[in-house]
């Protein structure tokens, strides 16, 4: 036992030694060959990681910092499908150290964006927000479209949350009309039309406009099952089980939202918000389908993910209120007290992250957004009246120019009659 005690350490320690020198070797080939390595790893995150690393080493090697901007968002990135939402967070932090004092086209606009939607995953909406602002900057500074049309999905997923509906539904008609463009393609802009066509359907299902969800929402499963393992899929299933809910239809509803829960089951690192609103659906629908016992099963275990996770959305108050009720039923005023204690606390959460991201998307997008715009039409304006003034001198020219003609030929004229005479 004293050997192997003392042998463990020394054995970690070569193996860290091994993966210094594989990091090293690797870090030998060009930037091309690892990138293109670390797309064929995934999902083996180890493998992507040690891609990563060979990257971040050869970068630091040649003190590029552009480089080694792109080295630690390849690394963030691992971390963050892993849901190791800070240590993502970290690496993010330094992509943008290394990329502000001398921004490209992709950072550190692309760093923001992320690292939006790492807080975005864990309720930090404010921060999410603050985030999205300084992208949307970076991003038309440098004119680069593709960030602004992703900085424009995820603002209309923040305007989703805080009611501003028809604005939300306006932006992703946009994200969606820009995707099918065919301007752009790779396995980013399948990503983002899946999402925003996910998202115009659960907005859809917000504005309480299931049939139109619905619309969305199938053609998105439709594109889902042509691709095998597309881990969106269950998201897009619960979604249309929430659309079925909405028009009555709680079997249908029921049969997707199990189905979406079966496929969650057998994927790892799952965000909060998926067995959240997995049990949050079930236990509405349940009620509906007069099973108490199982809508109480799902509603509680809603309520102890919802707190040991801080995670509390506009619209958590209906699951909440079934629970109080349901504890009216029993004649339990302790658990019925203990209940609206937790909903006035998750509604205080909610309506707090509303006002301020309200507040905030009016601040670092909205505004910034109308006043480029009235720069952009000033400059237009300017360019207009530049362009009619040189017209304009250029006519008094030629007309003057036309009159010195005009002047010197009825000189000669007169000239030439002269001496004729």
């Known amino acids: ?9 020394l054995m970690f320690i070569q193996a860290q030694e091994n993966n210094r020198e594989n990091i090293n070797f690797l870090s030998q080939d060009s930037y091309e060959s690892l990138t293109e390595a670390y797309k064929e790893a995934a999902p083996n995150f180890s493998l992507m990681l040690s891609f990563g690393d ?26 963050s499908a892993k849901i190791k939402y800070d240590l993502a967070k970290t690496y993010l932090d330094s992509v943008i150290l290394f990329s502000q004092k001398k921004p490209s086209k992709t950072y550190p606009a692309q760093a923001y964006i992320t690292r939006a939607n790492i807080n975005g995953a864990q309720t930090n909406f404010s921060k999410a927000m603050d985030d999205l602002g300084k992208a949307n900057t970076y991003a038309s500074a440098n004119g680069n479209i593709e960030q602004q049309y992703e ?29 099918n463009q065919g301007n752009t393609e790779g396995e980013k802009v399948e ?32 594109l889902c099952l042509q691709k095998k393992d597309n881990p969106r899929y269950e998201r897009f299933l619960r979604a249309a089980g929430y659309s079925y809910y909405l028009l009555g239809d709680y079997p249908r509803a029921l049969d997707s939202t199990l189905k979406s829960q079966k496929v969650a089951r057998t994927r790892e690192n799952l965000a909060v918000s998926t067995p959240m609103s997995i049990h949050t659906s079930l236990g509405l629908i349940y009620d509906k389908l007069k099973d108490k016992e199982q809508a109480h099963f799902h ?91 040189s017209l304009l001198i250029g006519f008094l020219g030629l007309t003057i120019g036309l009159l010195v003609l005009l002047i010197w030929y009825y000189r000669k004229q007169k000239l030439y009659k002269l001496r004729f005479q």
């Open 299 to 389: 509603l509680k275990k809603m309520d102890s993910i919802a707190f040991a996770e801080n995670y509390f959305y506009v619209g958590i108050q209906e699951p909440y209120k079934l629970l109080v009720q349901y504890s009216k039923e029993e004649g339990n005023t302790e658990k019925q007290l203990y209940f609206i204690d937790k909903l006035l606390y998750a509604d205080s959460v909610a309506n707090y992250n509303q006002h301020y991201v309200s507040q905030k998307v009016n601040e670092a997008y909205d505004i910034p957004n109308l006043i480029r715009e009235k720069e952009e039409i000033i400059t237009s304006l300017a360019n207009k009246n530049q362009r009619r003034n």
């Open 151 to 179: 900085v424009k999905y995820y603002i209309s997923i923040l305007k989703t949350g805080i009611g501003k509906r028809d604005e939300a539904i306006s932006l992703l008609k946009e994200v969606i009309a820009f995707y």
């Open 54 to 79: 060979a990257y971040l080493a050869r970068a630091k090697r040649a003190k590029d910092s552009l480089e080694m901007a792109e080295g630690y968002y390849k690394i963030a990135k691992v971390h």
């Open 191 to 222: 990503k983002y039309r899946y999402y925003a066509l996910f998202a115009l359907g659960a907005e859809y299902n917000a504005a309480r406009k299931p049939d139109s969800a619905l619309i969305n929402l199938k053609k998105v499963i439709q």
């Open 1 to 9: 036992m004293l050997l192997a005690f003392l042998t463990i350490p």
